[in-house]
């Protein structure tokens, strides 16, 4: 039974910090790329972060680099998002995504509402 299950999502204040877990069941987080997305509502489907097999982080959005930090802990076989510095641009639902060549997998997401 695979799963990805996002959490850690919720109202912050714009200025301030969320981190974004990514629990994967299932499957092994070390040989996927991993990924972040978004949607608000309205705007397109907005890839955030990706980290690869490796460990290294391939990609930032324009929006988010230099606040935005992805990772992943092979041990606990998770994947994070670190969020300083929120905007209120950055409200939307935040997607956790594993794709290799077998696979391609979705979380529900969590909402992230930067309001004050």
């Known amino acids: 039974q695979v799963q990805v299950v996002e959490s850690g999502g919720g109202l912050v204040q714009p200025g301030g910090s969320l981190r974004l877990s990514c629990a994967a069941s299932g499957f092994i987080v070390s040989r996927a790329t991993m990924k972040w997305y978004r949607q608000a509502p309205g705007k397109e489907h907005e890839l955030v972060a990706s980290?690869?097999?490796?460990?290294?982080?391939?990609d930032y959005a324009d929006s988010v680099k230099g606040r935005f930090t992805i990772s992943r802990d092979n041990n606990k076989n998770m994947v994070y998002l670190q969020m300083n510095s929120l905007k209120p641009e950055d409200t939307a639902v935040y997607y956790c995504n594993a794709v290799n060549i077998w696979y391609n997998y979705w979380g529900r997401g969590t909402q992230v509402t930067v309001s004050s």
């Open positions: 980290i690869t097999s490796n460990g290294l982080p391939t």
